[in-house]
């Protein structure tokens, strides 16, 4: 089993789409992330939830939305998708938010905005 | 704010060769300190992590000690095989409640035979 799966791997959408990007994790964490991955392969963490709460927010533009029905899954909801939206987008567990804490990755949505 | 430093890439190697690869680091306080492997198509792995001063984080024979005097946690192998070729990415944990991980850009590492 996946421990912390993602879907779809390859999006390709036109600009000015809406497309949403899914994230499940079975590990039982309390933590979920998303990453985004540019071409230069810099990672930048965007969301952070816990227990279904937002608690980490970098500045993303607002036509990006997380959700997180339960604390197994965060979805990523991105509005009028722009080129520079185009990169490798990652979902990430952990135990708990903190210090030590390993993170666990999904294999990555490669996003493509035409 | 907390930043992570490392090498520019890509790091030509061949096989068996001795491998280091650069990391530094700049927090307040005292930050867990770790390394991530990507390998191409899959997601980053916790390859080794140090959580204080002078730990030395080891796993699939590579190593990274935490300096604290340098704010240095460079990632090193003794013998590398073709296998190891990836992205390594250094990244330090705040010690402050609700903050993510930061990475450094990662490093590209090519292993030819």
């Known amino acids: 089993d996946t421990a912390v799966s993602q879907t779809p791997k390859y999006l390709v959408t036109q600009m000015g789409n809406d497309k949403s990007i899914k994230c499940e994790q079975n590990l039982g964490h309390d933590t979920m992330y998303w990453y985004k991955q540019d071409s230069k392969k810099f990672l930048k963490i965007m969301f952070s939830?816990?227990?279904?709460?937002?608690?980490i927010n970098e500045t993303v533009p607002n036509r990006f939305s997380p959700k997180s029905p339960d604390k197994a899954h965060l979805n990523l909801h991105i509005n009028s998708l722009e080129l520079g939206d185009s990169a490798v987008y990652f979902c990430?567990?952990?135990?708990?938010?903190?210090?030590?804490?390993?993170?666990?990755f999904g294999s990555g949505t490669q996003l493509s905005v035409l | 704010g907390d930043s992570v430093t490392q090498m520019e890439g890509p790091v030509t190697l061949s096989e068996e060769a001795f491998l280091t690869i650069n990391c530094t680091y700049t927090a307040t306080g005292y930050p867990s300190l770790f390394w991530y492997v990507q390998y191409p198509g899959e997601g980053l792995q916790l390859l080794l992590k140090?959580?204080?001063?002078?730990d030395k984080g080891s796993n699939k024979g590579f190593e990274a000690t935490y300096r604290k005097e340098t704010t240095s946690f460079h990632l090193e192998k003794g013998s590398v095989q073709v296998s190891d070729s990836a992205v390594y990415f250094c990244a330090l944990s705040a010690t402050q409640a609700g903050t993510a991980l930061i990475f450094g850009k990662g490093t590209t590492l090519s292993v030819s035979s």
């Open positions: 990430a567990s952990s135990q708990v938010i903190g210090p030590r804490e390993k993170l666990f």
């Open positions: 939830y816990n227990n279904k709460e937002l608690i």
């Open positions: 140090a959580t204080k001063a002078d």
